[in-house]
């Protein structure tokens, strides 16, 4: 089989604005990939479709790029791709950043190409270790007009609503700092109960002291885990506050390469890994890092489009849980992908069956919102 095209998409929509310790989200965005192949089988591939302040139009000029790499190659060979056009252009576009995003829609589609080819879902192709997994909720951001009570409201209507028996908020904002912040935690906790998981997301907003600081007064509302405390590249803090936390240390959604995880884990630097196969080059370096969890005994938890993450999560023994953006993020979502995913009543979702990666773009809708 040959690829015989390569074609992209920009798309964008007004939604409400929202903003987390770090970035605010206006619209809604998504970038598709199409391979197209000689075979008449295309596969897709995207980025976006959750919270993505991304500027996607800049997406399009990195295919351009890479389509001419790409015309004539087999796409069921995509490690082979990935490398090729990942490491190998290192000199070129720098370690990671908007080209390896690009890649990680090429890589995609060019998985749910192999699974279509096969007859076989990419989850199935990654291991297929569990029909269904736990998923939480995200969500907790921030908002204009949003206090605790509309936040209580939020978490209450995701557990009820949504069957959630995890959710997670948003902290780190420093008009909040943490007396504000733990007002929010607390809040939440009393508003879930004792039984429900909670879990918080700096997005890398915050110090080690002050990291230190929030590990601390978490612990005390039982709070799982604590996401992207720090700058990500900051590894041997990390290591002093995973030894000093009693909340559990996650993250991994803006690691790029398996290199990074490896550093990151040789300071033991985090309990949970969110590797994001939107972020990463697509499914074949996920996969790596999440081997090397495994060796490591930490678990994953990825972040980002749950129709992408879905097949790896649940295709990988220790995928622990799958985050699960709601419509409040953005009410897009329950018409944006064919068929919807929705929480069963215990939490858990269940991986379809359907050949490649199972999740399809609603194209009716999105058609609308198209950019380029
Ligand atoms: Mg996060």
């Known amino acids: 089989m040959k690829i015989t095209d390569v074609i992209s998409e920009v798309f964008e929509w007004e939604r409400p604005g929202i903003w987390n310790g770090g970035h ?31 500027p ?52 995609i589609a060019c998985w749910d190409i192999k699974g279509k080819a096969l007859g076989k879902s990419v989850h199935e192709l990654l291991g297929g270790s569990q029909d269904r997994i736990r998923t939480y909720i995200a969500g907790g951001y921030y908002a204009e007009g949003k206090g605790l009570k509309e936040l209580q409201d939020e978490v209450l209507f995701n557990i009820n609503e949504m069957n959630a028996g995890a959710v997670k908020i948003k902290i780190g904002d420093p008009n909040e700092g943490i007396r504000g912040d733990m007002l929010r ?24 002291n002050q990291s230190l600081d929030f590990a601390h ?17 900051r590894y041997r803090e990390h290591g002093v506050l995973k030894e000093n936390s009693k909340v559990k240390i996650a993250t991994g959604e803006n690691g790029y390469h398996l ?35 495994k060796e490591k005994g930490v678990s994953i938890a990825p972040h980002g489009c749950q129709e992408l993450q879905l097949p790896l999560a649940a295709g990988i ?50 058609d609308r919102y198209k950019l380029s």
Not at 92 to 97: C, Q, S
Not at 217 to 233: A, S
Not at 264 to 289: E, M, R, S, T
């Open 24 to 54: 605010f989200y206006g619209p809604g965005r998504l970038h598709k990939v199409t391979v197209k192949t000689d075979e008449g089988i295309d596969g897709f591939g995207w980025n976006g479709g959750t919270a993505a302040e991304r």
């Open 56 to 107: 996607l139009n800049v997406f399009p000029p990195f295919v351009d790029y890479f389509r001419d790499l790409l015309i004539g190659r087999d796409p069921l060979e995509t490690r082979k791709i990935a490398e090729d056009l990942g490491e190998k252009h290192i000199k070129i576009f720098g370690p990671g950043g908007v080209n390896t995003q690009v890649l990680a829609a090429i890589n």
């Open 185 to 208: 935690v607390e809040a939440a906790r009393k508003a879930v109960g004792d039984d429900v998981v909670l879990m918080v997301d700096a997005n890398c907003a915050l110090d080690l």
């Open 217 to 233: 007064e978490l612990d005390k509302f039982g709070v799982y885990w604590f996401e992207e405390p720090m700058p990500i590249h």
């Open 259 to 293: 290199s990074h995880f490896e550093t990151l884990l040789d300071h033991q630097g985090a309990d949970i890994l969110n590797v994001d196969v939107a972020i990463c080059p697509g499914y074949d370096i996920a996969k790596d890092i999440t081997d090397l969890a």
């Open 317 to 366: 023994p220790h995928g622990e849980f799958l985050e699960y953006y709601p419509v409040a993020v953005d009410p897009l979502r329950s018409e944006m992908f064919i068929p919807r995913m929705t929480p069963d009543t215990d939490g858990y979702v269940t991986v379809p069956d359907r050949p490649g990666i199972g999740f399809e773009l609603n194209m009716e809708l999105l």
